[in-house]
């Protein structure tokens, strides 16, 4: 491995680091992480257990955010970040890793061949810990003053009120940066922890759209081609862009269950593919 080694008094440093609290005194890097600065950046975050609901949530706006030229920032963790980093990926976008160890041997193991993928699409690995050091209970905490660090914004698709995500939102509110949260049921212990945030003044995601607005890429929304993230999306985008746009048809001609059909829906507007446009009827965005 090819790894750089920068220093907090170096020229190759990353400028948006040296003003957060406690900055990293050195950086190992893996990748062109000075060309990823130069896009816009969104932190992806949340709970290591996630249910279906939080995996499509993450899974759908980061497909959509990333085709609009967002990289994608996250730590390599089960649940929300690893589902963040191949959403990216299968997106055709880039994403960068924070590792809470050397980057020599990525943790956790079983995404080790994930690792190898963010750096063959030209994405880029980050550690502040050298070559052999192992992931130490405390350099999970450290590592996501990085995640946030790096970031423009930051993300928290589903977590429950303790989560260890908390502390990545609590770096972010130090460092200026703007916290964003997904609502969920709140019958969930998963989404207990972004609906607080949300209720102590958290930006409310309901749309890739609102996370375009807070980065300042909104109008490459409406630029972007719509594309369906899974069979059950293709099925209604295709209707849709045929003209039919009642609900009750929709989910007739698309031959999914309504169960299905009701869910692809939510996720097909959380996204910003479609909008409603009242009495039941539906239009691409």
């Known amino acids: 491995m090819n790894v750089n080694k920068v220093t907090i008094n170096s020229s190759a440093y990353p400028n948006i680091l040296l003003d957060i609290p406690d900055a990293p005194k050195e950086l190992f890097i893996l990748g062109n992480l000075s ?9 992806v975050v949340g709970s290591r257990k996630v249910t279906p609901y939080g995996r499509g949530v993450t899974d759908d706006l980061v497909r959509t955010v990333t085709r609009s030229g967002v990289t994608i920032v996250s730590g390599l963790a089960l649940g929300v970040d690893s589902i963040a980093h191949k959403a990216t990926l299968d997106a055709g976008g880039k994403t960068i890793a924070v590792l809470p160890c050397g980057l020599d041997k990525p943790y956790p193991a079983s995404h080790r061949q994930l690792a190898r993928r963010i750096l063959e699409q030209g994405g880029a690995l980050v550690s ?31 977590a429950a009120a303790k989560s260890g995500t908390m502390h990545t939102v609590g770096f972010a509110l130090d460092q200026g940066k703007s916290v964003l949260a997904v609502p969920g049921n709140i019958t969930s212990t998963q989404s207990e922890g972004t609906n607080n945030l949300i209720k102590t ?80 009827h539906w239009a691409t965005k």
Not at 35 to 43: G, I, K, S, V
Not at 135 to 144: D, E, K, Q, S, Y
């Open 35 to 43: 060309a990823l600065l130069e896009t816009p950046r969104l932190a």
């Open 128 to 158: 502040e810990y050298p070559s052999g050091t192992p992931p130490l209970p405390h350099h999970f905490i450290a590592r996501n003053r990085i995640v946030s660090g790096l970031s423009d914004a930051v993300l928290i698709t589903e």
């Open 201 to 280: 003044g958290a930006a409310p995601i309901t749309s890739a759209q609102d996370i375009f607005d807070v980065l300042g890429v909104g109008e490459q929304l409406q630029l972007g081609e719509i594309l369906a993230a899974n069979e059950q999306e293709e099925a209604i985008l295709s209707l849709l862009q045929k003209g039919i746009t009642d609900g009750n048809q929709l989910q007739t001609k698309s031959q999914l269950d309504v169960v299905t059909f009701n869910q692809t829906l939510t996720m097909l507007e959380i996204t910003g593919k479609i909008r409603s446009t009242g009495g039941g």
